[in-house]
């Protein structure tokens, strides 16, 4: 018996919350195999799952094409993404076979229209989980409609969805049940995790964090002599290291004061859960940014800083501007992935 979890493999967010919510699921029912179908980086998987969560490394979309963390190709993405959908009836075939070797039981899609189609192929549950969909992400370019449409399709089907904080799209679905944020949380001390990574505990700790795909042109001389600030440039902090002595991403968000990035459901999360503020940048026409913009002031305290300023290293007017502002008086609860588990559980019975 297992459960099948598809991944869209864009970006670090998508993997990282349903990792959390099969932890939990792990947690609740010792034993349960869960299987993790997704091009996602198998690192990320091996690290942050639990015993029993294996990865089966598979393309289960095509997400958007990213030049960069700051940078998409809109046409590339659509052109690829028509590609993909239509092979969609042989991708299920193929899906089929794979759920009934592995006697599936139910499905979990983080949002691959794939899954929720192979699902209800298997006569399994099919759920969708995320903050946004792809079909209405796919609509807002131009050409997108057509591959919009046949996704929307798909979605519309799904047994039950699992919505998270801060979604857009979702029109095409039904059955929506409303998540707490899912956030992975550290129970770290934030002095033990500086003097175990090296970091000075007196100063103000700012982390540059822009995922996978990384930043180009920072003028990184700039950035170190910033004032009154210490700054975590990619490769400063060893990962390799750090996740071999036990501690996890979330613990290093906990343990600075400020993380620099591009804004994705994800490094929001962490944020929240871990009580840093976040200085935030542009990220291109992505559908989901200003919805990620207009809901982070609500419950988090953060800051714009345009290409201009994040890339020449004039940090520290929007440093110093963050830090002094005021915790915002809403704290939402953080336990999605209990939740989720909770009613995953229950539809499996």
Same mark, same amino acid.
């Given at each position: 018996? $297992?459960?099948?979890? %598809?991944?869209?493999?864009?970006?670090?967010?998508?993997? @990282?919350? $349903?990792?959390?919510?099969?932890?939990?699921?792990?947690?609740?029912?010792?034993?349960?195999?869960?299987?993790?179908? @997704? @091009?996602?980086?198998?690192?990320?998987?091996?690290?942050?799952?639990?015993?029993?969560?294996? +990865?089966?490394?598979?393309?289960?979309?095509?997400?958007?094409?990213? +030049?960069?963390?700051?940078?998409?190709?809109?046409? =590339?993405?659509?052109?690829?993404?028509?590609?993909?959908?239509?092979?969609?009836?042989?991708?299920?075939?193929?899906?089929?076979?794979? +759920?009934?070797?592995?006697?599936?039981?139910?499905?979990?899609?983080?949002?691959?229209?794939?899954?929720?189609? @192979?699902?209800?192929?298997? =006569?399994?549950?099919?759920?969708?989980?995320?903050?946004?969909?792809?079909?209405?992400?796919?609509?807002?370019?131009?050409?997108?409609?057509?591959?919009?449409?046949?996704?929307?399709?798909? #979605?519309?089907?799904?047994?039950?969805?699992?919505? !998270?904080?801060?979604?857009?799209?979702?029109?095409?679905?039904?059955?929506?049940?409303?998540?707490?944020?899912?956030?992975?949380?550290?129970?770290?001390?934030?002095?033990?995790?500086?003097?175990? !990574?090296?970091?000075?505990?007196?100063?103000?700790?700012?982390?540059? $964090?822009? =995922?996978? %795909?990384?930043?180009?042109?920072?003028?990184?001389?700039?950035?170190?002599?910033?004032?009154?600030?210490?700054?975590?440039?990619?490769?400063?902090?060893?990962?390799?290291?750090?996740?071999?002595?036990? %501690?996890? #991403?979330?613990?290093?968000?906990?343990?600075?004061?400020?993380?620099?990035?591009?804004?994705?459901?994800?490094?929001?999360?962490?944020?929240? =859960?871990?009580?840093?503020?976040?200085?935030?940048?542009?990220?291109?026409?992505?559908?989901? #940014?200003?919805? !990620?913009?207009?809901?982070?002031?609500?419950?988090?305290?953060?800051?714009?800083?345009?290409?201009?300023?994040?890339?020449?290293?004039?940090?520290?007017?929007?440093?110093?501007? +963050?830090?002094?502002?005021?915790?915002?008086?809403?704290?939402?609860?953080?336990?999605?992935?209990?939740?989720?588990?909770?009613?995953?559980?229950?539809?499996?019975?």
């Amino acid at each position: 018996m $297992s459960v099948v979890f %598809y991944i869209s493999g864009h970006g670090f967010g998508h993997a @990282s919350r $349903s990792i959390e919510v099969a932890n939990a699921i792990v947690e609740r029912r010792p034993g349960i195999r869960i299987i993790i179908r @997704s @091009s996602v980086a198998p690192w990320l998987v091996a690290r942050t799952a639990k015993p029993g969560i294996e +990865l089966s490394a598979a393309q289960v979309d095509t997400g958007v094409i990213q +030049l960069d963390s700051l940078t998409l190709d809109a046409a =590339g993405s659509i052109a690829l993404a028509e590609i993909f959908m239509s092979a969609i009836d042989e991708r299920v075939e193929t899906e089929l076979a794979f +759920l009934q070797e592995h006697e599936a039981v139910m499905t979990v899609s983080d949002l691959p229209a794939l899954g929720i189609a @192979s699902g209800l192929a298997a =006569g399994v549950p099919a759920i969708a989980l995320g903050n946004f969909t792809w079909d209405w992400i796919y609509e807002h370019y131009p050409g997108g409609e057509s591959v919009a449409r046949r996704i929307g399709e798909i #979605y519309s089907r799904a047994t039950r969805t699992l919505r !998270l904080p801060m979604w857009g799209g979702f029109a095409t679905m039904e059955r929506i049940t409303d998540l707490p944020f899912v956030a992975r949380r550290s129970k770290r001390d934030p002095g033990e995790v500086r003097d175990a !990574l090296g970091i000075p505990r007196e100063m103000t700790v700012v982390l540059a $964090s822009f =995922g996978g %795909y990384g930043v180009s042109a920072l003028d990184v001389e700039a950035i170190r002599a910033v004032r009154g600030y210490h700054v975590l440039l990619p490769g400063m902090v060893d990962e390799d290291r750090m996740y071999d002595r036990g %501690y996890r #991403y979330e613990d290093l968000v906990r343990a600075v004061d400020v993380v620099v990035t591009k804004p994705g459901y994800g490094i929001i999360s962490e944020c929240l =859960g871990n009580d840093t503020a976040l200085l935030y940048t542009s990220r291109g026409d992505f559908r989901e #940014y200003p919805v !990620l913009v207009a809901a982070m002031p609500q419950f988090l305290r953060c800051a714009f800083i345009d290409h201009a300023d994040l890339f020449s290293g004039n940090w520290q007017p929007h440093l110093d501007a +963050l830090l002094a502002q005021p915790q915002p008086p809403a704290s939402p609860p953080t336990n999605g992935a209990d939740v989720a588990a909770d009613i995953l559980l229950d539809i499996l019975g």
